[in-house]
């Protein structure tokens, strides 16, 4: 056998050992993609079940929150901050949502039931009130999604 034989071999050997590497590594990425996927989920769904366990768990909270989605009017200074905070909590993790969507983490019939959740959480007078006199704290994504879901006109 020659040293060009023996060159040879050694190249395809590499090769091989590339194509494992390359395989191997496929593999990996999927593996984390699918990690990744599952904790955003849990984070968000983490979130979501905090959030509603604050608002049931506290009479007072949950009262505030039934009246101020029903009309912000019905309620006082104090109350209408307690409540703008609620919903900036809300919408914030509804936008967080929306976003890993968007980037492909959560997967479409998962964000449909979490898009049906959402706007059934604020789908009453003073929530849709008080989303047109803040919807420009969020991004225009966003902002379009929750309008076309509420039937109003896209800013």
Do not use: C
């Amino acid at each position: 056998m020659t040293i060009q034989d023996l060159g040879s071999i050694g190249e395809f050997v590499a090769a091989i050992a590339t194509l494992v590497t390359l395989i191997y590594l496929a593999t990996q990425i999927r593996h984390n993609t699918a990690t990744a996927r599952a904790s955003t989920l849990q984070s968000a769904v983490q979130f979501t079940v905090s959030m509603s366990e604050s608002i049931y768990r506290d009479a007072e909270i949950n009262d505030l929150f039934d009246r101020g989605s029903a009309d912000m009017a019905s309620l006082s200074d104090s109350e209408r901050s307690r409540f703008h905070l609620i919903l900036i909590a809300f919408f914030r993790m509804s936008q967080n949502s929306h976003h890993q969507f968007v980037e492909g983490f959560i997967d479409e019939p998962t964000f449909t039931g979490m898009a049906t959740s959402i706007f059934a959480f604020i789908d009453r007078p003073g929530a849709r009130e008080w989303w047109q006199a803040n919807e420009e704290r969020f991004d225009p994504g966003f902002r379009t999604f929750i309008n076309k879901g509420l039937k109003f006109d896209s800013a």
